[in-house]
């Protein structure tokens, strides 16, 4: 059986500067793997290779055995690979549910799309109930908190029904509580989803990880469970050499 | 399935959307004003002035949708507002010259009708081109830009740059166009003395209901998930596009309804008001139609058939009694409008309405 994402030999120059240089990266039906690296490292870039926002300078990004190198954002979306951003963008003036209820219209025809929308569907009902949002459904999204913005974020991309889910550091800003409760969710989506997250946190990454891949300065520098990782001396002196105190208690500890 | 429907307590119950009936009774009430008190009240040229203003807020209605729904702003409206408008001249320019040529080509020593008009002798294709060639033309315009992801003020200023070439292409073609003058000088409409009280009263309900009727299209229309999906389209092009839409596709229908719907308000204008010409479809007419829409208030469609009305008798009064000030007064109302109240009049008057 074929990998569900394999990218190949990936390049991406920006303005002679290296965001990532040759990366070999394959992700199984079924996974749930985190992308960690410090700052810098090609992270958001190789999600936006897969999603299509960056256009690769070299290399191949298959998905379920095709390649969609020439692919637009939107017809990835319709293959069924879905993304969340750093910062979430959910659009302020619809409501919760409207927002959900967009997110899980995309594969009806367009001439549908000109009736109203008459209730909630089960798709809509289910990302609500995931996220525990439902109390908030009548609410302009513009009124979350970053919290509810992330997770509507989430929910929304649940209500896609994607494939392959990338969600780029999800607990980001959150507080203990929030990240927690994400990381719940997570693990609730890993079960019958292939998911990709980027996380910084290592707390986070001890907790709910399987597999972890490491980038460094666009390249790819080992991949293995947690521990593995963990034990690497790159991955150590990767951190290290960045901030000595803030690695050793993120990686050593 | 079965899941959904023990949910409904849980999902419906704080999912509150209320049928809202103000909307709908304003509507009425509107309508009552338009189509029964207006023409009671209002002596044949004021409701002549009327037509042309509502005419006008066809048009307002159409950059309503487009810039306050879709967030594209289009300052060259003017351009399909005048291809409908010489479609219908056209027509009108050679039903009344019967089997000589319109009076202009005679002027301009032109012998035999041009091939572009003789099609536009039957009312038929004449309608139909009034729908098909702006619509086409802002289909085409669409698919080109927003493809390549032209838009903000790059767009404003390429629709601009559209207007100001159509009036170009229009002074030049002096003998196919009737150059500066345009075209004017019609006698019959559709088999009725066009300057008759009773043909411009008929002329006034059919642009009232016409434009009832593209307003109640375009409010069918914000309210879909189309609606939902343009707005998100105008908040937020790029995340729309990881939602699986192509912002292109949504944008481009979007404009093309505007489009038309200039193109039908440019046919009904020809007839009440008696001419078409670039004059009156260039920059300066297009971007007085913006600058209304503003101030009545963009976001909502109401404020924008406002805005154009309000303009239009603005526009005429400070004309009739103030000729030189109404440019600067029209300058200071977008000023103030931006500055105090971005949401326009609807705007301002809703903010009220929440605060009581």
Known sequence: MTALLEVRDVSVVFDGFRALDGVNFTVDHGELRFLIGPNGAGKTTLIDIITGLTKPTTGTVSFDGSVINGKREHQRVRLGIGRTFQTSVVFEELTVLENLDLAASFRRPLVSLLARRKGVTEKVAQALETTQLTDLAGRKAGVLSHGQRQWLEIGMLIAQGPRLLLLDEPVAGMSADERARTGELLTEIAKDHTVIVIEHDMDFLRRYASTVTVLHEGKLLIEGSVDEVRADPRVQEVYLGRAREEAAHDVVS | ?356
């Open chain 2, 1 to 356: 399935m079965t899941a959904t429907l023990e949910k409904p307590p849980v999902t419906e119950a704080p999912v509150k959307e209320p049928r809202d009936w103000r909307g709908p009774a304003l509507f009425a009430l509107v309508a009552v004003i338009g189509l029964v008190v207006m023409p009671l009240v209002l002596e044949p040229f004021r409701l002549g002035l009327l037509a042309k203003y509502l005419t006008y807020a066809i048009v307002a209605l159409g950059i309503g949708l487009a810039w306050g729904q879709g967030g594209m702003l289009t300052l060259g409206q003017g351009v399909f507002f005048g291809l409908g408008g010489y479609a219908m001249g056209m027509h009108l320019k050679l039903n009344d010259a019967g089997d000589g040529l319109p009076d202009f080509m005679v002027w301009s020593g032109v012998e035999t009708l041009p091939a572009l008009w003789e099609p536009f002798r039957n009312p038929v294709f004449a309608i139909a081109m009034v729908v098909v060639v702006p619509g086409a033309v802002a289909w085409l315009l669409g698919t080109l830009v927003f493809r390549q992801r032209v838009r903000g003020a790059y767009f404003a200023i390429l629709t601009q740059a559209l207007a100001a070439a159509m009036v170009i292409l229009l002074v030049g073609q002096q003998g196919l166009t009737g150059g500066t003058n345009g075209l004017t000088n019609f006698f019959e409409f559709f088999g009725q003395d066009v300057a008759a009280d009773s043909t411009q009263r008929g002329l006034y309900f059919t642009v009232a209901i016409v434009l009832g009727i593209l307003f109640i299209a375009a409010w069918q229309l914000q309210r879909s998930r189309f609606g939902r999906l343009l707005l998100a389209v105008r908040d937020g092009e790029d995340r729309v596009r990881f939602l699986g839409y192509n912002p292109a596709t949504v944008k481009t229908i979007t404009f093309t309804l505007s489009a038309v719907m200039a193109g039908i308000a440019g046919a009904l204008f020809v007839p009440v008001v008696g001419i078409i010409s670039p004059a009156l479809l260039g920059v300066v007419p297009s971007l007085e139609l913006v600058v209304a829409v503003a101030v009545g208030g963009r976001f909502a469609l109401a404020g924008a058939v406002l805005g154009a009305v309000l303009m239009g008798y603005a526009k005429t009064y400070f004309s009739e009694e103030l000729p030189d000030a109404w440019l600067y007064l029209q300058g200071a109302l977008f000023i103030l409008v931006i500055g105090l109240a971005p949401k326009g009049i609807i705007g301002f008057l809703r903010r009220k309405d929440v605060a009581a």
